[in-house]
């Protein structure tokens, strides 16, 4: 299976900021990548997909890039309502496998 | 608009059987694939498995394969798990998730239902 490492697993940051997520993985999944946000006792919701592309409703201060077996998922201008989880995928082989999460708090 | 809700969780020995449901509504389920994705208390994300929006074939993890079998009734909207031989770290949340495709291989999950949750206690 492909293994995803994200990181940092926690991330202390104050609204307005910009931060960036990294999601490694083991072997090149070209650009079958996608992110999710997960907020306490919700089901997550699905953020990008093929690395870059934001789902619909998805604000444009979410960006995502990369190729191969780096990604970054940035958001630009933190708001209140993005304190949360974020979760990296990949979806190259019939195996999925997700990063272990990384935690948004504020500072 | 899209609607997973999942039934069926509850609590279970080691070495039972629980059959969990997800009833779809809001969308041409026939023309999606389906997964399961679990989630233990307090850890990440974990993908269980998947069928195709025909039926047609299944994708297991390897720490499922064989215990549980993934199954859908494209005529009553319905996808179901069946989970035998269950132990302590099956213990989670287990939510039904929508393919956007299905049509072949697993893509990723565009839409997700609230989760039943699953305990393996003696």
């Known amino acids: 299976d492909i293994q995803m490492t994200q990181s940092p697993s926690t991330l202390s940051a104050s609204v307005g900021d910009r931060v960036n997520i990294t999601c490694r993985a083991s072997?090149?999944?070209?650009?079958?990548l996608a992110w999710y946000q997960q907020k306490p006792g919700e089901a997550p919701k699905f953020l990008i997909y093929?690395?870059?592309t934001l789902r619909g409703g998805v604000p444009s201060r979410f960006s995502g890039s990369g190729s191969g077996t780096e990604f970054t998922l940035t958001i630009s201008g933190l708001q209140p309502d993005d304190f949360a989880t974020y979760y990296c995928q990949q979806y190259k082989g019939q195996s999925l496998t997700f990063g272990g999460g990384t935690k948004v708090e504020i500072k | 608009q899209v609607q997973l809700v999942e039934s069926g969780g509850g609590v279970v020995q080691p070495g039972g059987s629980l059959r969990l449901s997800c009833a779809a509504s809001g969308f041409s389920f026939g023309s999606h694939g389906m997964h399961w994705v679990r989630q233990a208390p307090g850890k990440g994300l974990e993908w269980v498995t998947f069928i195709r929006s025909d039926g047609s074939e299944m994708y297991y993890s390897d720490s499922v394969r064989g215990r549980f079998t993934i199954s859908r009734d494209n005529s009553r909207n319905t996808l179901d798990l069946q989970m035998k031989s269950l132990r302590p770290e099956d213990t989670a949340r287990y939510h039904c998730?929508?393919?956007?495709?299905?049509?072949?291989?697993?893509?990723?999950?565009?839409?997700w239902g609230p989760g039943t949750l699953v305990s393996v206690s003696s």
């Open positions: 093929k690395a870059s």
């Open positions: 998730a929508r393919d956007p495709d299905g049509r072949f291989t697993p893509y990723y999950f565009d839409n």
């Open positions: 072997q090149s999944v070209l650009t079958w």
